[in-house]
């Protein structure tokens, strides 16, 4: 009965706050008045209240209503009791320490496999899948694992970027960064570009977005792309 | 008795492996003969084997031989009786994993303190600071803890880069992970360009290199430009 929306970005350039998925959201949230937000992530260090915000300020736009987790006594029956949850971008290692330090990932799991639609951007998206083994970002605090909710059976690469040709920088691209991971794991790994979504409804998994394809790798095989309305089902 | 040099990178954009650390290495090696390497990071997912002959064909150029510490049974003695250490770059978490599960962390730390000179690139620079939370690195795999030998008492950022003027990327800049870092932690980091590198000899650490300033992060300060030949040992 799984119903997300993972967005490999909550903001494309020039945009504002999640407006290029101000239809796909309507959809997603027909039959819902009120959105439990998850502000754990927390971008570039800002507090829960003030990401709380930005969120209300964006979901104004389709007359929905926000509650910030962080002003619940329980978050685990603010979970439990939600009509609809959308985890915000920020840092995937701060996100998934306080998931963990709130005994929230098994019940976040139940309750997104139970059909409470889901919204998730960037370290949001990434939590869907088996781990954050292939999050770009930095790893500023110590969680007491990697291990996610396993909701699809693939994992995320958000904000997927392309190799630069004209670069002379030294450091690893990401195409290379995701090989290394294929060294030593066997999850198979969506590189999901900026504009692109992944909708889950039920046990169907489509590819979505602006259309840009996104790059798909498997271990032991070639990195390819795949269109816009592709299914993503077969990935295991 | 500290006798380091720290890099950003083992290689320059048209380069060869080390070789614009020709002379530096000369200086930091001329009472050694033979090099211990530690190819644990095994940049995209490389052998041990292919690593160390990459290290041994490099050290050819200044006649001193390379050891693999993987060929030797006993990898703490092995770093026990090292006259020289070589830690290469790759990934992170892979190298740091490797070192706890070997027990070796705290004899590395022994054996550099005590003069062995060691040479670190990357991966290998970085595990010379506090911690591993300013890596680049994909955490693909996940270490018993991210405490490393804090010999320096600053981390460093390798490959550091700044922001493009030019991008339409949302992803996070460089500066914006170390700034989120800051608001978690409280050591100093330094964004080590490509063609920089640290050297500490006793108490001092000074900023060498092709030219290039580095660019210092502290807690609570706006981020500012270091030139070469300026001491980093005030960084605490």
């Given at each position: 009965?799984?119903?997300?929306l993972?967005a490999?970005?909550s903001?494309?350039?020039?945009?504002?706050?999640l407006d290029y998925l101000f239809n796909p959201l309507?959809?997603l949230?027909?039959?819902?008045?009120?959105?439990?937000?998850?502000?754990?992530?927390?971008?570039?260090?800002?507090?829960?209240?003030?990401?709380?915000?930005?969120?209300?300020?964006?979901?104004?736009?389709?007359?929905?209503?926000?509650?910030?987790?962080?002003?619940?006594?329980?978050?685990?029956?603010?979970?439990?009791?939600?009509?609809?949850?959308?985890?915000?971008?920020?840092?995937?290692?701060?996100?998934?320490?306080?998931?963990?330090?709130?005994?929230?990932?098994?019940?976040?799991?139940?309750?997104?496999?139970?059909?409470?639609?889901?919204l998730?951007t960037?370290?949001?998206?990434?939590?869907?899948?088996?781990?954050?083994?292939?999050?770009?970002?930095?790893?500023?605090?110590?969680?007491?694992?990697?291990?996610?909710?396993?909701?699809?059976?693939?994992?995320?690469?958000?904000?997927?970027?392309?190799?630069?040709?004209?670069?002379?920088?030294?450091?690893?691209?990401?195409?290379?960064?995701?090989?290394?991971?294929?060294?030593?794991?066997?999850?198979?790994?969506?590189?999901?570009?900026?504009?692109?979504w992944?909708?889950?409804?039920?046990?169907?998994?489509?590819?979505?977005?602006?259309?840009?394809?996104?790059?798909?790798?498997?271990?032991?095989?070639?990195?390819?792309?795949?269109?816009?309305?592709?299914?993503?089902?077969?990935?295991?």
């Amino acid at each position: 009965m799984t119903n997300c929306l993972l967005a490999s970005t909550s903001t494309l350039h020039g945009g504002r706050y999640l407006d290029y998925l101000f239809n796909p959201l309507t959809d997603l949230y027909k039959a819902t008045d009120e959105i439990l937000f998850i502000p754990y992530a927390r971008p570039g260090g800002i507090s829960h209240e003030k990401y709380t915000q930005i969120a209300q300020h964006a979901f104004q736009n389709i007359g929905k209503s926000i509650v910030g987790i962080h002003t619940l006594k329980n978050p685990i029956t603010a979970v439990q009791n939600a009509q609809g949850i959308f985890i915000g971008g920020g840092n995937s290692f701060v996100l998934v320490a306080e998931l963990y330090r709130h005994h929230l990932i098994q019940f976040l799991g139940k309750v997104v496999s139970s059909g409470v639609p889901y919204l998730g951007t960037s370290a949001g998206s990434n939590i869907m899948g088996p781990c954050i083994k292939t999050t770009n970002d930095m790893p500023i605090v110590y969680p007491p694992s990697y291990d996610t909710l396993d909701i699809i059976p693939f994992n995320i690469n958000p904000h997927y970027l392309d190799p630069d040709p004209n670069s002379t920088h030294k450091g690893e691209t990401r195409e290379i960064r995701i090989k290394e991971f294929h060294e030593f794991n066997s999850t198979p790994v969506v590189g999901l570009r900026e504009g692109s979504w992944i909708r889950v409804l039920h046990k169907e998994i489509v590819l979505k977005g602006g259309g840009q394809s996104a790059r798909i790798f498997e271990k032991e095989k070639e990195a390819y792309e795949l269109p816009v309305e592709s299914s993503l089902t077969f990935l295991k």
